[in-house]
């Protein structure tokens, strides 16, 4: 699912040129276009992404606080792949705050927006029966931030759209773990259900066990079932 991801950034050097690219490596490192180990040459990746080399030097230095890449002596900058804990942490992170957004939407989301979702929603399975794998990956992350915007607490909001990358790259991931796709639109379905009924526990419930299940499909497909049990 989806395309390259280094590929040059907006053609100018200003201020939000760090924020694109940190965006575009961050990306780039959990799709595994940068593969754990492998270095990265400030030089080279300044020249495919179209930018100065100071944005990639400060866009690194982020990555390096977040731990996706450390530095090591006489060698530079190199990625490092998440562990099995790190990734078991995220996911338990997700799950306490999608299953929180996903009650406040239930109890304060507008009529519109039940509309919209409930489209998302027909539109994800309608790429799955077309086979249509780029376009569901921009959906679910669409339906998602519906979901989370729909919460109506901008705190929250961006606590777990901090996440958003991470979910992104471990969706893609679990997706192909067969019969993974068609389980996730029954639970969006779900999902959807529970919100526009405005049962709020019932939304939270449903939420949880979906990445309950996202994270089990990508220990199958990304650590051979590693603390999947």
């Not at 230095?61 to 900058?77: D, F, K, N, Q, Y």
């Not at 939407?105 to 979702?117: G, L, S, T, V, Y």
């Not at 780029?134 to 109506?152: C, K, M, Q, T, V």
Request: charged content about 30%; aromatic content about 6%.
């Amino acid at each position: 699912m989806g395309g390259e991801i280094l590929t040059p950034v907006e053609p100018y050097q200003g201020p939000d040129t760090r924020e694109m690219v940190y965006i575009k490596l961050k990306k780039a490192l959990l799709a595994g276009e940068i593969g754990s180990g492998q270095r990265l040459v400030e030089r080279k990746l300044a020249e495919k992404l179209g930018v100065s080399r100071t944005p990639v030097r400060e866009a690194i230095r982020m990555l390096e606080r977040e731990g996706l890449v450390r530095h090591v002596p006489r060698s530079g900058s190199v990625a490092v792949a998440l562990s099995p804990g790190e990734v078991l942490d995220i996911y338990s992170i997700r799950a306490v705050l999608e299953g929180l957004a996903a009650r406040l939407a239930a109890e304060r989301i507008d009529e519109p927006n039940i509309r919209q979702m409930e489209e998302k929603v027909r539109q994800m399975d309608w790429c799955i029966q077309g086979g249509q794998t780029d376009r569901l990956e921009n959906l679910h992350l669409e339906f998602n931030d519906l979901i989370y915007r729909s919460a109506g607490s901008p705190r929250l909001y961006r606590m777990i759209t901090s996440l958003v990358d991470y979910v992104a790259g471990f969706t893609r991931t679990g997706y192909t773990h067969p019969g993974r796709m068609e389980e996730a639109a029954a639970e969006h379905r779900q999902l959807a259900r529970a919100i526009a009924m405005r049962d709020g526990l019932l939304a939270e419930r449903i939420a949880r066990e979906h990445i309950e299940n996202s994270r089990r499909a990508f220990f199958a497909r990304a650590f051979n079932g590693e603390k999947n049990r």
